[in-house]
């Protein structure tokens, strides 16, 4: 994951609920994922225009570590709800009350492909035009928006999982807001850094994002490899205007944190594999390899 997670006191299934809508919501991380995903592969003209290629393919790969995260801060805040008991005890009955039921009857307690009122994600929220510009405010756009639904979870919980992804998350939406808005101003000439911040509110207003950028992290756009992507350079370059201080690139991608390991729900049936089923399991893997 592109941070480490903390590990839940309690379980939230009500702040699971909200945090859908940074995941499927219009302006969640599916949508930005998939916006650049298709923008960066439909791409016309990619060596002509190069930088501005190159800005959207990297910022895309950036987003599938921020789905990933997403998800995994949902499964946190869903771990415990539930316990383990014969089926005649109702041992889901903490679940019916919650806003999304649906997490505990289709996912055994894990995030879905959807928002916060559990409508699915849907492909009609990618937009593409062809036309770099259009493209480009679109994302600008698409940039503020979830930078504004992700203020309003964070003001909507105090689970600690939330909270952590929603910070961190903040300062690095904050990075592909002021990179697409300079390479707006390349290609236009117009000044779009001037409206920022979109909300009127600095990043630092958040208790969970100060750690963020006192480490420099809205300062740095990855490339997400080790080799290519580098001309972003020619885009992600000058100061913050937030503090002045350096943009900087930097090559590869951040260090991280693990990713949790869920553990099983046998109320939930889930993941159905007892451990008589798991020797039997090891037993097959060895045969078939041989051993």
Same mark, same amino acid.
Request: charge should be negative; proline fraction near 6%; hydrophobic fraction near 40%.
């Given at each position: 994951?592109?941070?480490?997670?903390?590990?839940?006191?309690?379980?939230?299934?009500?702040?699971?609920?909200?945090?859908?809508?940074?995941?499927?919501?219009?302006?969640?991380?599916?949508?930005?994922?998939?916006?650049?995903?298709?923008?960066?592969?439909?791409?016309?003209?990619?060596?002509?225009?190069?930088?501005?290629?190159?800005?959207?393919?990297?910022?895309?790969a950036?987003?599938?570590?921020? #789905?990933?995260?997403? &998800?995994?801060?949902?499964? @946190?805040?869903?771990? $415990?709800?539930?316990?383990? *008991?014969?089926?005649? +005890?109702?041992?889901?009955?903490?679940?019916?009350?919650?806003?999304?039921?649906?997490?505990?009857?289709?996912?055994?307690?894990?995030?879905?492909?959807?928002?916060?009122?559990?409508?699915?994600?849907?492909?009609?929220?990618?937009?593409?035009?062809?036309?770099?510009?259009?493209?480009?405010?679109?994302?600008?756009?698409?940039?503020?928006?979830?930078?504004?639904?992700?203020?309003?979870?964070?003001?909507?919980?105090?689970h600690? #999982?939330?909270?952590? &992804?929603?910070?961190?998350? @903040?300062?690095?939406? $904050?990075?592909?807001?002021? *990179?697409?808005?300079? +390479?707006?101003?390349?290609?236009?000439?117009?000044?779009?850094?001037?409206?920022?911040?979109?909300?009127?509110?600095?990043?630092?207003?958040?208790?969970?994002?100060?750690k963020?950028?006192?480490?420099?992290?809205?300062r740095?756009?990855?490339?997400?490899?080790?080799?290519?992507?580098?001309?972003?350079?020619?885009?992600?370059?000058?100061?913050h205007?937030?503090?002045?201080?350096?943009l900087?690139?930097?090559?590869?991608?951040?260090?991280?944190?693990?990713?949790?390991?869920?553990?099983?729900v046998?109320?939930?049936?889930?993941?159905g594999?007892?451990?008589?089923?798991?020797?039997?399991?090891?037993?097959?893997?060895?045969?078939?390899?041989?051993?």
């Amino acid at each position: 994951l592109p941070i480490a997670l903390p590990v839940p006191k309690h379980p939230d299934a009500n702040a699971a609920a909200a945090v859908q809508e940074l995941l499927g919501g219009r302006f969640g991380e599916m949508s930005t994922l998939n916006n650049y995903l298709v923008q960066s592969s439909n791409f016309r003209s990619k060596k002509k225009l190069k930088p501005f290629y190159e800005l959207v393919a990297s910022i895309t790969a950036e987003e599938v570590g921020h #789905v990933e995260l997403v &998800m995994n801060s949902i499964n @946190l805040c869903l771990s $415990g709800s539930t316990f383990p *008991a014969d089926p005649d +005890a109702a041992p889901l009955r903490n679940g019916l009350d919650k806003r999304n039921t649906y997490h505990f009857i289709a996912t055994a307690q894990t995030s879905l492909p959807g928002d916060s009122m559990g409508k699915a994600w849907n492909g009609d929220y990618v937009f593409n035009s062809g036309n770099l510009v259009l493209d480009l405010l679109h994302n600008f756009f698409l940039e503020c928006g979830a930078r504004t639904h992700k203020m309003r979870v964070y003001e909507m919980t105090d689970h600690p #999982v939330a909270r952590e &992804m929603t910070g961190y998350l @903040l300062v690095r939406g $904050g990075v592909h807001v002021l *990179a697409y808005a300079k +390479a707006l101003e390349i290609m236009t000439g117009v000044d779009v850094k001037k409206m920022l911040p979109i909300p009127n509110l600095e990043n630092r207003a958040f208790d969970a994002t100060r750690k963020y950028e006192e480490q420099g992290i809205h300062r740095k756009l990855y490339t997400f490899s080790d080799s290519d992507y580098e001309d972003i350079a020619q885009i992600w370059k000058g100061s913050h205007p937030s503090d002045g201080e350096r943009l900087e690139v930097v090559r590869g991608v951040p260090q991280g944190g693990e990713v949790p390991d869920l553990e099983e729900v046998p109320e939930e049936f889930a993941p159905g594999i007892s451990n008589e089923d798991f020797m039997q399991i090891a037993q097959r893997l060895q045969k078939l390899a041989g051993l």
